[in-house]
């Protein structure tokens, strides 16, 4: 999404945000890049927009931060030519950057104890006496110069990965359908063009099979993903994953994903009316 001055975007949003209620969806997840600016002050618009459509609540909207939320590449590289700053003091910015992300989106990340809220989470919601668990991983990985130039690749923190990990979490989310939410793709969408290829890696979610083996632990059925511009689904290993596309470039498409209580579901992308 754009900044203020995009007004036109904004109409497409609210148009969206409306019929999404009179459809009675019973969640809408955006899976990062909420922004292209990395400012506070933009994604205060999209939690503006949510509480005047009265979307803003735990139950009913999830958020997950995306690399255009993060890291402002410009900014990055400005400031290491200039300053060359130690790995340490950037790590800092990086994780200070994250935490302010999730105090701003406080309250559908943790529902009882918003200081609480961080990355990874987990959410498990009853809708009509069914079980559904989010699991959400941030996947942005800080700029570097030589590892991630663009501030595209993402990697999702071992320690995250561990968390989700242990016993623990696994019983908890037994008799859940489990949906996976991580800004990045687990599949990078090359095409036959070498120059595309060739830009492959600057994309990648680096320890993606780490995280397959995450998901598999927890039963997961689904991943919900964004950062590639398209609107796609694809199965790895029996986890369907779908990308939700691009709200910038096509307004008014979306996924829709059925869960039924018998633990099977359907996908498409859909478009308003
Ligand atoms: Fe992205």
Known sequence: MAGKHDRRLLQHLDGMLEHLKKTK???LVISG???DTAEPKD???LKDRLIEHDLYDWQKVTVIAGNHDLINLEEEMRFYNVLNPLPGIKKRSFSGKVSRFCSMFSELIASDDESAAGFPFVKIMKIDGFSLAFVAVNSVWPWNPTENPLGARGCISP???RVLSINSVVDALRESFVIGLCHHAYKVYSTDSVIDQAFDWTMELTNRKEYLEVLKLLGAGVVLHGHFHRFQ???VDNISFING???????ERYSELIVR???SFSQEFLSLP
């Open 25 to 27: 969806v019973d969640h």
């Open 33 to 35: 890049d909420l922004t």
């Open 43 to 45: 994604w205060q618009i």
């Open 159 to 161: 320690s995250e990965l």
């Open 233 to 235: 689904s694809y199965t």
């Open 245 to 251: 596309g691009c709200f910038k470039n096509s307004p």
């Open 261 to 263: 209580s018998d633990g």
